[in-house]
């Protein structure tokens, strides 16, 4: 079995990371903007995004779950064999955000028949997650116990992707990917 949730800032590039692993891996990608978004980017009630992902995540022995969403984390950690933490600046973040938009045309990458959303609510939350949202986030891996593996350049995060695929599907992540591999 081989669970994995990527977390991190928007457009840090956890969906790119994501679809990687998984394929990779040959595993399910859970990408969870599309359980809390419909396709027209209005965001669903918090019931049913929560059932809906707890439903996903319990119901495959093997996945990769790409999110941040601070309600449905701990279910996720619950579950989840190894965190990968995209851990980038800031400015790096915008620039993906905006890269994107433009790449895609408003359309999520994982599925372009939804709305990716961007307005002013979604670019502050980006611009300010290091100081708002990133301390919850550590809070909630630290207090999970969890092997997580930190992910600070858009270099390591290629890296990450890179060396996952050199091992294949049958790899044990955990001991593969150790602190001394730097990307900790």
């Known amino acids: ?6 977390v991190g800032n ?7 990371l994501a679809l990687r692993l998984a394929d990779a891996l040959h595993i399910p990608v859970v990408h969870l903007d599309l359980y809390r978004y419909d396709a027209s980017g209005t965001i ?9 992902v707890r439903e996903r995540l319990t119901g495959t022995p093997d996945w990769v779950a790409d999110g941040n969403y601070l309600g449905t984390m701990d279910d996720r950690l619950a579950l989840a064999d190894l965190v990968v933490l995209l851990d980038l600046p800031v400015v790096v973040c915008l620039a993906g955000v905006l890269g994107r938009q433009v790449r895609h045309r408003g359309r999520r990458v994982e599925d372009a028949s939804h709305t990716d959303r961007f307005d002013r609510g979604f670019v502050y939350y980006v611009a300010t997650f290091r100081h708002q949202m990133r301390p919850r986030v550590l809070a909630r891996l630290v207090a999970s ?21 050199r091992l294949g599907p049958a790899a044990d992540l955990i001991t593969a990917l150790r602190p001394s591999e730097g990307f900790r």
């Open 145 to 165: 116990g969890h092997p997580v593996i930190r992910v600070r350049t858009r270099r390591q995060v290629r890296d990450l992707a890179d060396r996952v695929a």
């Open 1 to 6: 079995m081989t669970r994995v949730a990527v």
């Open 44 to 52: 669903r009630s918090d019931k049913v995004f929560r059932r809906e």
């Open 10 to 16: 928007g457009g840090s590039g956890k969906t790119w």
